[in-house]
């Protein structure tokens, strides 16, 4: 859902000149300045390394959602997946930017009760301590999704279904804390641009950001 805000924003960009979205299928997306990379295999990059170089910034918005999964297996997924890519990109591009997405309640000490937070710190921390130019954490916690966007996960369609007439109220009580798609996408870009003051980037530092790009 991320993945698609941020595409979009991305596009949207007059100052962004190339788009290359890597994935495991095609976005559906048409658009002159989208180039589509589709692998199979996000464990291992080596088959598309000359299709990673010369880039600016890396919006890594893949994941999944931890319920029903082991601890092994989710690490395998948001650990494994995150690191071989920023690895590969770390080495053919180490003046890029790289976000990633992480998500609120991210567990920085790895040592909490909360087994997604935890991998989701071990990730982070790891991200940190590659030599990019820079690297930033994003941590949304509710987000809504615009412009036809919608999420893969059933359950999660669901939910937005179900919160979507209480969001005007939910705004006005929490304006940090609630951020759309378009607003996640436009801080990317921003940070990309000319950086943030912190390396971990909670809701209301995000909210922040989305709005100063407007300006």
């Not at 992480?102 to 921390?125: F, H, I, L």
């Not at 893969?152 to 969001?167: D, E, G, I, Q, S």
């Not at 990309?192 to 912190?198: F, L, Q």
Request: proline fraction near 5%; charged fraction near 20%.
């Amino acid at each position: 859902m991320v993945g698609q805000g941020v595409l979009r924003e991305c596009l949207l960009d007059p100052g962004v000149p190339l788009v290359k979205a890597v994935g495991r299928t095609a976005t559906g997306v048409q658009h002159p300045k989208l180039r589509e990379v589709v692998d199979r295999n996000l464990w291992n990059y080596s088959s598309i390394e000359t299709e990673l170089s010369g880039l600016d910034a890396c919006f890594f918005c893949l994941g999944v959602s931890s319920a029903g999964m082991k601890e092994a297996d989710y690490e395998h997924v948001t650990y494994g997946i995150t690191m071989a890519a920023a690895e590969s990109l770390s080495r053919l591009n180490p003046q890029m930017t790289f976000v990633y997405v992480s998500g609120a309640g991210t567990d920085s000490s790895e040592q909490g009760q909360t087994m997604w937070a935890r991998v989701k710190g071990r990730t982070e921390n790891a991200l940190l301590r590659l030599p990019f130019k820079a690297a930033y954490m994003f941590r949304p916690g509710f987000i809504q999704p615009l412009h036809g966007i919608h999420s893969r996960t059933a359950v999660y369609r669901v939910f937005y279904a179900l919160t979507k007439p209480l969001l005007p109220v939910l705004r006005r009580v929490f304006p940090d804390y609630i951020l759309t798609t378009e607003q996640i996408g436009r801080a990317m870009l921003v940070v990309a641009r000319r950086g943030a003051p912190k390396r971990i980037l909670e809701s209301k530092d995000i909210y922040a950001l989305g709005n100063l790009s407007e300006t």
